[in-house]
């Protein structure tokens, strides 16, 4: 018996040919989805409608329609970046920034007196500027230097302001968006100047035993907090443990002299932070930054290094997209739960086989944080990624760029690239000024945390290789509910495609003719069901002459096509789906020859 179109109601009067994936255990037909399509905030400044979808086809264009700094802009040009400029059509929806949201907040302090000439250079998002130093340099006068310098990287999603010989910098859209934003500043020289993203300052006295974990990105320091354990004593040992080399996070600290209860953070060379945040576990009795145990405290204070908040709303943005058909590709900015579970809803709808359906689309989300808090990501959102073979989530832990950043690069190579793809050691690239992805050596992931990443949380990992190339170790969807070749990105992919190449060839051939049961057609008006089975037969044998489908020979039988008993007007059709499929592995031992 043929199987049946979940999607597609008995009642359903409109003509078409209605093909729903089953990606089990065990489309806008005719439309171009050869296009990548970002969704995200852009500035005020941009002349692009909220909400409306709108094509950017440069990035003079992509500057004048969404603002320099923001999102949409620097994701378009990291995905021209990878691909090249015009590559592949790239769609954008500029989505209202959350109401009530609060733009992410950071800070840089400069201290001390320069004994020597040098300078740093600062990185944001992996953008560089050198700031010189002078023997005798006040703090003061390497800020306003420092400044000058910020402020002219205009492609950054980050305002500066300096009070004195501290910097404020205020991201560009309001919500938690704006929380990975990596900062990197190198010394060179310059003695006596010391810069710092903040401090810690403990109070209060230890009520049992616990712990204070001290947070940036993917890496994490534990410092034992005895049952008694002073301010005091909870800032020394935090500072001797960032000294230990036991851990290896972005920053170090050092007790302030004057208040030993304060712990001062400092940025280490060649190593990108983001946001440090610490929180008190099991013990109580203390606070950081005013902040009770058991929550989490982030450096500087509300006016000056605070967290952005804020989810935005994406109903309309997506109601709109969908009356444009096929993506092939997406890039997702907000790595939370709410929006993802958004989206997946959202495109769970639009690649069903009903009408008004049949789309493709293949979402990238990218995350730089820890390995267990990225992993999250797949499974709490509603309804989850693990549910869908039409979602991958990129891990690039403490990367120089944002995750979202990275997640354009893979959508822009998927949009543009073949459909088979092994995407096994795939390059990340930068083009011209725009930075190539990176990450430190100690942030780099392990063999074990590599394979956690696949096999546990469906995450596709970034590394950098001993030639210094940033690669895709291997790309995964984040699906585990269903047949494993839909694991693989590829086989997602070219579902959607060779559904809607299918559904074309089936809409030209027998479009407005008719079904006959004569064994002997005499009208070009009138086809048979076994001419639909071989014309779905045809069309897997020159996918598989084309290299995307394999073993049509031995899967001519699973080809079926019958009337509908219930329908007398609707043919069912069963096409068997079996793509290339990438090979990860070879295993087998090497042996002494004398043993074989």
């Not at 005020?44 to 802009?73: C, F, K, M, W, Y």
Request: with cysteine.
């Amino acid at each position: 018996m043929v199987a049946v179109n979940p999607d597609f109601p008995l009642g359903r009067f409109t003509p078409g040919v209605f093909l729903s994936i089953d990606p089990g255990a065990g489309a806008a037909l005719g439309a171009d989805p050869r296009r990548a399509f970002l969704l995200g905030h852009k500035q005020s400044s941009g002349t692009a409608a909220l909400n409306q979808p709108v094509q950017i086809t440069s990035e003079t264009d992509a500057i004048n329609r969404l603002g320099r700094r923001s999102d949409l802009a620097r994701g378009f040009r990291a995905l021209t970046a990878q691909v090249g400029p015009g590559a592949v059509p790239v769609w954008v929806v500029p989505v209202p920034e959350p109401s009530g949201g609060v733009a992410s907040r950071y800070q840089i302090t400069f201290t001390g007196t320069a004994t020597s000439p040098g300078y740093r250079r600062i990185y944001v998002c992996g953008y560089p500027c050198d700031v010189a130093i002078a023997d005798g340099d006040a703090a003061s006068t390497v800020a306003i230097a420092a400044l000058a310098q910020l402020q002219a990287q205009l492609d950054t999603p980050i305002t500066w302001t300096r009070s004195g010989a501290v910097l404020t910098g205020v991201y560009v859209h309001a919500g938690a968006v704006g929380e990975d934003l990596p900062i990197r500043i190198d010394s060179v020289g310059g003695v006596g100047i010391t810069v710092s993203p903040g401090v810690l300052l403990f109070s209060g006295t230890a009520s049992g035993a616990g712990s204070l974990v001290l947070s940036s990105g993917a890496q994490s320091v534990t410092v034992a907090v005895a049952n008694s354990d002073t301010a005091a004593q909870i800032a020394t040992n935090a500072a001797a443990a960032l000294a230990s080399g036991d851990f290896s996070p972005p920053f170090t600290g050092t007790v302030n002299g004057s208040t030993p209860a304060q712990l001062d953070l400092f940025f280490v060379d060649e190593r990108d932070q983001r946001r440090i945040t610490a929180r008190f576990v099991t013990t109580t009795g203390v606070t950081i930054n005013g902040v009770a145990a058991g929550s989490t405290a982030y450096i500087g204070t509300a006016s000056s290094a605070a967290p952005g908040s804020g989810t935005p709303v994406l109903t309309t943005a997506l109601t709109n997209q969908a009356k444009l058909g096929s993506f092939r590709a997406w890039a997702n900015p907000f790595a939370n739960a709410t929006s993802l579970g958004d989206l997946v809803s959202h495109i769970t709808t639009y690649t069903g086989g009903d009408i008004g359906q049949q789309q493709e689309a293949f979402l990238v989300t990218g995350s730089a944080v820890d390995i267990a808090t990225a992993g999250t990501l797949t499974s709490s959102p509603t309804p989850t990624l693990a549910s869908s073979e039409d979602c991958e989530l990129s891990w690039g832990p403490d990367a120089n760029v944002q995750g979202w950043e990275i997640a354009c690069r893979i959508a822009g190579a998927k949009a543009a690239g073949d459909v088979i793809t092994n995407w096994d050691g795939y390059t990340l690239r930068g083009r011209g000024a725009v930075p190539t992805p990176t990450i430190a050596i100690a942030s780099r992931p392990d063999a074990g945390s590599v394979e956690l990443a696949l096999a546990s949380y469906h995450m596709t990992p970034i590394t950098v290789d001993a030639l210094g190339q940033t690669n895709i170790i291997r790309s995964i969807t984040t699906a585990t509910q269903v047949d494993p070749i839909f694991y693989e990105p590829s086989s997602a992919i070219y579902a959607g495609d060779f559904r809607t190449r299918l559904g074309a060839r089936l809409t030209d051939r027998f479009g407005g003719k008719s079904l006959t049961s004569a064994t002997e057609i005499r009208s070009s008006n009138l086809f048979r069901l076994e001419d639909v089975r071989l014309a779905c037969i045809e069309f897997a044998a020159e996918e598989e002459t084309a290299g995307r489908y394999t073993g049509v020979e031995s899967l001519l039988d699973a080809f079926q096509v019958q009337r509908d008993d219930l329908v007398p007007t609707r043919i069912l059709i069963q096409v068997p789906f079996s793509p290339v499929l990438p090979i990860h592995q070879i295993v087998g031992p090497i042996q002494a020859a004398s043993q074989l």
